[in-house]
């Protein structure tokens, strides 16, 4: 019912910079939240920042400040703008979006993208 197409992924030096932007289509009536999770090698799935169709914004305490989380509510897009980078910011990383479908209200995953940050 809802598909969501993520890019931007890819490799950094640490104190670069990289923008991810996930796009949500299908069977849409309003998206609720969209926002971004990581989940790194060994560690669960852990939420770094999310924001809701009404401007309300979350981060995660170990990318405050160094993570932007912005979205176009006219396209069902959302971006995560990452400057600082460090290593421990490596993982996959995962749009995901609640949305109201004419079928009900749906959460959805995208397929992730990888980050990779070195020293």
């Known amino acids: 019912q809802v ?3 993520e890019s931007g992924g890819g490799l ?3 104190g670069g910079s990289l923008r991810l932007s996930c796009a949500a289509s299908g069977m849409i009536v ?3 939240l969209m926002g971004w999770y990581r ?5 669960q799935r852990e939420l770094v920042a999310v924001k809701t169709s009404g401007g309300s914004i979350k981060y995660a305490d170990s990318v405050k400040g160094r993570f932007t ?12 703008q990452m400057n600082s980078l460090k290593p ?6 995962y ?3 609640n949305a109201q479908t004419y079928r009900g209200s749906v ?7 990888q980050v990779t940050v070195a020293s």
Do not use: H, M, R
């Open 30 to 32: 309003s998206v609720n």
């Open 69 to 80: 989380i912005s979205g176009d509510n006219s396209k069902n897009t959302v971006y995560l």
């Open 88 to 93: 421990e910011d490596t993982a996959v990383y």
């Open 39 to 43: 989940q790194a090698p060994g560690k």
């Open 107 to 113: 959460t959805e995953w995208g397929q992730g993208t």
């Open 12 to 14: 950094v030096q640490a």
């Open 3 to 5: 598909q969501l197409v």
């Open 95 to 97: 749009c995901n979006c």
